[in-house]
C-alpha cells in the first residue's frame, strides 16, 4: 500500500516539476535573449528568454571569418583567371576580351592602379555548385573575389544561383571582338606588306 502512494507521490512531484519549467519558461519569453554575436562564447548561455527569432527579419549574426556567399567587384578585376584555375569544382567561368591600345584609358585601373588588359564579358559563380573553400579567393592578386556575410540565398529556379559579374554586355562584347579581328587583319596585312616590300627590295639588290 505504501508503494502505491509512493509512486502516486513521485508522479505528483514529477508532473509539478515539468509544469514549473514550463511556466517559467512561458514568463520568461516575454523577455528577449541578449544581443551576443554568434561568436561569441557566452552566445548560447545568455539568460533565459525568447529565443525564436523572427527570421527573415531576425537571423543569428554570421562570423567575421565566415565563407558564405562569393560576390565579384568586376572593377578591380583583372581578368587573370586564377580564380578559375584554382577552383575544384569549375563553379567559376571566365571569358575575356583583349583591350585594343586606345581603349586602355576606357577600360581604366584597379584601386592600387594597375591598368586592366582584358575586358571580362563573362564572369560567371555557380553557387549551386560552389562549395565554399576559399581557394579562389585566395589566388586572387587584386582581392576583387571576396566571400560575403550572405550565408541565406536559397531559389526556387536553380537559375537564379549563377551569378553574373560581367562589365561588357553581349552587343559590346561582339563590338570589341569585331575591333580585335580588324585590327589583327590590319596588322597582318600591314606585316605582309612590309615583307613583300623587302622580298622586292632583296630582288632588285640581287639585279
Known amino acids: 500500500m505504501s508503494e502505491y502512494f509512493s509512486n502516486i507521490k513521485t508522479g505528483a512531484v514529477t508532473i509539478a516539476t515539468g509544469l514549473g519549467i514550463t511556466l517559467k519558461h512561458f514568463f520568461n519569453a516575454t523577455k528577449r535573449k541578449g544581443d551576443a554575436g554568434v561568436d561569441d562564447v557566452d552566445y548560447f548561455r ?40 584554382a577552383c575544384p569544382i569549375s563553379c567559376i567561368t571566365i571569358e575575356t576580351i583583349k583591350v585594343a591600345a586606345d581603349d586602355l584609358a576606357v577600360c581604366g585601373k584597379t584601386s592600387d592602379g594597375q591598368q586592366k588588359k582584358f575586358w571580362v564579358p563573362v564572369f560567371d559563380i555557380d553557387t549551386a555548385k560552389c562549395m565554399t573553400c576559399g581557394l579562389c579567393t585566395n589566388v586572387c592578386p587584386t582581392d576583387c573575389l571576396v566571400h560575403t556575410p550572405v550565408s541565406d540565398f536559397s531559389q526556387f529556379d536553380r537559375q537564379n544561383l549563377l551569378y553574373h559579374f560581367g562589365n561588357l554586355t553581349n552587343q559590346e562584347a561582339e563590338a570589341k571582338k569585331r575591333k580585335n579581328a580588324e585590327l589583327q587583319a590590319k596588322a597582318l596585312a600591314e606585316k605582309e606588306k612590309k615583307a613583300a616590300e623587302a622580298a622586292q627590295q632583296e630582288k632588285s639588290g640581287g639585279e
Open 46 to 85: 545568455q539568460v533565459d528568454g525568447l529565443c525564436t527569432l523572427q527570421y527573415p527579419r531576425e537571423v543569428i549574426p554570421t562570423p567575421l571569418n565566415g565563407r558564405y556567399r562569393l560576390y565579384n567587384n568586376i572593377e578591380d578585376c583583372i581578368g587573370c583567371g586564377q580564380c578559375e584555375r
